[in-house]
């Protein structure tokens, strides 16, 4: 039997807020995800991405008929000339010979119908020649046998001026008659004539908010985080300049926002993996923007966490491109203003220019935005110059708002083997934070590691300088056949646990750990550029893996103060068993332990100073290493909540699992 020692002794604040989310639109992790939109290609503006060999070598050709196809004998023509918004110029011009012509959309891998749900469906028409003919139009859900699952009627427009000059939007609402998979979404004429459409969108009438996929969302909020950094990860840089992640243009009404194709798209674009023979980039990875920065803001407010936006520095994605704007030139200086002016956007009052659009959009009252990181994972070079674009970006934000926290970034991986900028970014922040405290709040840490890696680094943190603090923002154990696509098969629970144990290292190190997020958070299957991931989902369903269940108990078994160790869990590292105390206001004590062995561990409590009444178990895992969830048993890995009973002492901690023992 092992023993662990409680001490009555606190160390280290932990941040309540300290366990969050990374969200990045990859692996259709917003559009195709969590944004509830289930048509593709709404707006008829699609583009078709390709890469070389070569970084920089991207290009796009239109697709705008991507996802649409004719029903019937109609014609379809993607035209411009009279659009419903100029940042969006394309629409579909569609020609009816007969009643019952029609088109239909792709909507990812189709419809997926709840018995008795509603789902809104929205969509701009113009109605042309022969308008007398077309008095209606017919959406409908079809099942493979050409029978319709939800089916309305929408009388059009009739025949005037204004009707054949302007864009008038249609609503309504379709009413599930029975469960359907892979439907198929379809709009018919009711007579012969020409009728123009333009950004046709479903949403259930379930969505959080209007826009969140709910069970998506549910398991969000099941995890309660602490905070949400967005939009990501390399989208917010852009394979080019221009297809970079621009808050501004996200600000506008949906209709306006430009649609933008994703750097996720030519991911792997001229590689052919062996031993994989689906699709090796997803070309037709487009970004809606319809989950803007407002939107996110909304999420972390109904989620109930901080917000923490990243910002470009002028910089496009640094892995596909060597793009950028020069430090000195005027163009950066506009990069450095739109970081202010989100600041005035989040936290500004009504009458400031920013504040407006913010009431404008539906919020009055300010976001309390607290944080803001500077860059995702940029790298110093004598090209770019990354830390002169910190600095400046710093020095402007603090003249006009001390209070936000910056966080900056250690590039992209901890090994200075590979990373050697490493050092060197550490070294300038922690160098100028000694004469500017506020310089830099916390500086952007990413790790996706073996398993073994992260039980060999357990001391990872002790001995870093606490003076500027650790943001852990991107980290993932990655088994054997990580790296694939859609290949939920890597989210295993060894390493879950491996995670599991290394964030005791984490969250013994408080003081200078302050945040920290998995990464990537959504994976819809079929459409993964990364694994693993910690929420896998399809167009039906969605499930947590073990990773998602090591979150979800960091975020729910939160103390407010570690307890001292003694440094006495390095003898147990040997064995297998990774630990850390921490103790809430209340007296409340959760001990996490992870357990890395095939095998039962029986481990005694010693509680000196204590008076511990009852003890209670939370455990996840208890298998084989290799376990996972899946679609098909998407609880084989499962949470289990123990009995509170007497406190004894005694605990058995199961094989291959995380446990968080409750101590009252």
């Known amino acids: 039997m092992e023993k662990i020692n409680?001490?009555?002794?606190?160390?280290?604040?932990?941040?309540?807020?300290?366990?969050?989310?990374?969200?990045?639109?990859?692996?259709?992790?917003?559009?195709?995800?969590l944004y509830a939109e289930l048509i593709e290609n709404r707006s008829f503006e699609n583009l078709k991405c390709f890469g070389g060999m070569n970084k920089g070598d991207w290009f796009t050709e239109p697709d705008y008929l991507?996802?649409?196809?004719?029903?019937?004998?109609?014609?379809?023509?993607?035209?411009?000339?009279?659009?419903?918004?100029?940042?969006?110029?394309?629409?579909?011009?569609?020609?009816?010979?007969?009643?019952?012509?029609?088109?239909?959309?792709?909507?990812?891998?189709?419809?997926?119908?709840?018995?008795?749900?509603?789902?809104?469906?929205?969509?701009?028409?113009?109605?042309?020649?022969?308008?007398?003919?077309?008095?209606?139009?017919?959406?409908?859900?079809?099942?493979?046998?050409?029978?319709?699952?939800?089916?309305?009627?929408?009388?059009?427009?009739?025949?005037?001026?204004?009707?054949?000059c302007f864009w008038k939007k249609y609503e309504t609402v379709l009413i599930a008659e029975r469960d359907l998979r892979f439907g198929q979404f379809t709009i018919s004429l009711g007579g012969a004539g020409v009728v123009e459409f333009d950004f046709i969108s479903m949403i259930p009438g379930d969505a959080v908010c209007g826009l969140f996929r709910k069970d998506l969302f549910d398991l969000l909020d099941k995890i309660h985080p602490g905070f949400i950094r967005f939009p990501g990860g390399c989208v917010i840089e852009g394979p080019t300049l221009d297809a970079r992640y621009n808050f501004k243009n996200t600000l506008k009404p949906l209709v306006h926002r430009n649609h933008n194709w994703s750097r996720w798209a030519v991911h792997y674009a001229w590689q052919k993996i062996e031993g994989y023979t689906g699709p090796v980039c997803y070309p037709n990875y487009n970004q809606t923007l319809g989950m803007g920065y407002y939107e996110y803001f909304l999420l972390c407010e109904k989620l109930g966490c901080k917000t923490l936006p990243v910002m470009n520095v002028g910089l496009a994605c640094q892995f596909q491109s060597f793009e950028m704007v020069d430090v000195d030139s005027q163009e950066f200086a506009q990069y450095v203003q739109d970081a202010v002016d989100l600041v005035e956007f989040a936290n500004g009052p009504v009458t400031s220019e920013w504040g407006k659009v913010r009431a404008e959009l539906g919020h009055p009252e300010p976001f309390n935005l607290e944080l803001m990181g500077i860059g995702n994972e940029q790298w110093e070079t004598k090209d770019n110059r990354f830390l002169d674009r910190y600095s400046a970006f710093e020095k402007a934000i603090h003249a006009k708002y001390p209070e936000i926290k910056l966080i900056g970034s250690a590039g992209p991986g901890v090994d200075?083997?590979?990373?050697?900028?490493?050092?060197?970014?550490?070294?300038?922040?922690?160098?100028?934070?000694?004469?500017?405290?506020?310089?830099?709040?916390?500086?952007d840490e990413h790790y996706y590691m073996p398993p073994k890696w992260f039980l060999e680094h357990m001391d990872f943190y002790d001995n870093y300088d606490r003076n500027v603090k650790v943001f852990a923002g991107e980290y993932a154990a990655h088994p054997e056949g990580s790296g694939s696509f859609n290949n939920p098969n890597v989210n295993t629970l060894e390493g879950a646990v491996c995670e599991a144990a290394f964030m005791t290292g984490v969250e013994r190190n408080a003081d200078v750990v302050v945040l920290a997020s998995y990464a990537p958070l959504f994976a819809r299957m079929g459409y993964t550029q990364w694994s693993p991931d910690m929420i896998w989902f399809n167009d039906e369903m969605a499930?947590?893996?073990?990773?998602?269940?090591?979150?979800?108990?960091?975020?729910?078994?939160?103390?407010?103060?570690?307890?001292?160790?003694?440094?006495?869990?390095?003898?147990?590292?040997?064995?297998?068993?990774?630990?850390?105390?921490?103790?809430?206001?209340?007296?409340?004590?959760?001990?996490?332990?992870?357990?890395?062995?095939?095998?039962?561990?029986?481990?005694?409590?010693?509680?000196?100073?204590?008076?511990?009444?009852?003890?209670?178990?939370?455990?996840?895992?208890?298998?084989?290493?290799?376990?996972?969830?899946?679609?098909?048993?998407?609880?084989?890995?499962?949470?289990?909540?123990?009995?509170?009973?007497?406190?004894?002492?005694?605990?058995?901690?199961?094989?291959?699992?995380?446990?968080?023992?409750?101590?009252?």
């Open 6 to 33: 409680l001490y009555n002794s606190k160390k280290a604040a932990i941040q309540p807020d300290m366990t969050g989310l990374f969200f990045e639109d990859i692996n259709y992790g917003a559009d195709g995800g």
């Open 66 to 164: 991507y996802g649409w196809s004719p029903v019937g004998n109609g014609q379809m023509k993607v035209v411009s000339g009279s659009p419903l918004a100029q940042e969006n110029p394309h629409y579909l011009r569609f020609t009816a010979s007969a009643a019952g012509d029609g088109f239909c959309n792709k909507a990812y891998d189709g419809i997926c119908l709840k018995k008795g749900m509603t789902y809104n469906v929205s969509f701009y028409a113009r109605n042309l020649f022969n308008p007398e003919q077309v008095e209606s139009v017919t959406v409908s859900v079809l099942d493979k046998d050409g029978k319709a699952a939800a089916k309305a009627e929408i009388s059009l427009e009739k025949n005037d001026k204004e009707a054949r």
């Open 416 to 443: 200075t083997k590979i990373w050697p900028q490493f050092d060197l970014q550490w070294d300038f922040i922690r160098k100028q934070a000694k004469a500017n405290p506020s310089f830099a709040y916390a500086v």
């Open 543 to 664: 499930y947590g893996t073990p990773s998602y269940l090591v979150q979800k108990m960091y975020g729910n078994y939160t103390g407010s103060w570690t307890l001292d160790t003694k440094d006495e869990q390095k003898a147990l590292y040997e064995k297998g068993i990774y630990y850390n105390p921490s103790i809430k206001d209340d007296g409340t004590v959760f001990l996490k332990v992870a357990n890395v062995n095939d095998s039962d561990v029986e481990i005694e409590l010693g509680a000196a100073g204590f008076d511990f009444k009852t003890q209670k178990v939370i455990f996840a895992g208890g298998g084989e290493k290799g376990d996972v969830n899946s679609f098909e048993k998407p609880e084989n890995v499962t949470i289990v909540e123990g009995e509170e009973k007497t406190f004894s002492g005694k605990v058995t901690l199961k094989k291959n699992s995380f446990s968080v023992i409750v101590l009252r």
